[in-house]
């Protein structure tokens, strides 16, 4: 069964400095993986995908990824945080063209000034 | 103007109460998917529809039905068997044409058992 583990629930960064979130998951196939962000009291967004063309994907708002598959995983990251960046993310995984996509279970971003 | 719509934002239901959420979508895309998001649980996946009158079980079906008569519409039943029907619903869409196609989502209706 195809599975995504969000390893922190909360980070915090200062305006400014390098962003990590991580991101493992759990698949007998190649899949196909996602980053959403949900703003406060709005809806979700994609910010990029991995989808077998290239390990390193760059996403909406200089968001990056990179795919590692002897490490399963698909940490996101961004140079340098603004404030703009604090929300939820959500990392996704769909596996064996099933289009069944499984959710994370969240990293909440606070940016601190 | 397309999208999704997601009708109505606020539901309440009593006890033993059968509620029916609303989701269609004029997006022309044949797969609809529900999901529902808990604090700190990310948004769990209930039920998944790629076709008309077909549909699947996700990660947490029990207590809840669904039904895809249209290409446009996947209602969503939250049956008195859900004991714990309280959260935000999100329905979503994509073309269902290859596995990594993004996800498009409504803007949700918010459970709330009276």
């Known amino acids: 069964a195809q599975s995504v583990t969000q390893l922190d629930s909360h980070v915090s960064v200062s305006e400014g400095t390098p962003v990590l979130l991580r991101c493992n998951y759990s698949s007998s196939y190649s899949p196909s993986l996602f980053w959403y962000v949900q703003h406060p009291n709005k809806g979700l967004q994609l910010l990029l995908k991995?989808?077998?063309?290239?390990?390193l994907v760059k996403g909406i708002n200089g968001f990056e990824a990179e795919f590692k598959k002897s490490e399963t995983s698909f940490h996101l990251t961004k140079p340098s945080a603004h404030m703009s960046d604090a929300a939820e993310y959500f990392c996704?995984?769909?596996?064996?063209?099933?289009?069944?996509?499984?959710f994370g279970t969240g990293t909440r971003l606070k940016v601190l000034a | 103007d397309g999208g999704i719509t997601q009708s109505p934002k606020y539901l309440f239901r009593k006890e033993g109460q059968n509620v029916t959420l609303s989701c269609e979508q004029n997006l022309n895309h044949d797969a609809m998917y529900w999901y529902r998001q808990d604090p700190g649980q990310g948004l769990r996946l209930i039920y998944y529809?790629?076709?008309?009158?077909?549909?699947q079980k996700g990660d947490i079906a029990e207590g809840y039905s669904v039904s895809r008569e249209k290409k446009e519409s996947f209602p969503l039943t939250v049956t008195s068997a859900q004991k714990n029907p309280t959260a935000f619903y999100l329905c979503a869409t994509n073309r269902g044409r290859k596995p990594d196609e993004k996800l498009f989502f409504g803007s949700g209706t918010q459970l709330s058992v009276l």
């Open positions: 529809s790629q076709i008309v009158n077909d549909f």
């Open positions: 991995y989808t077998s063309a290239a390990t």
């Open positions: 996704v995984v769909e596996t064996s063209g099933t289009y069944k996509y499984i």
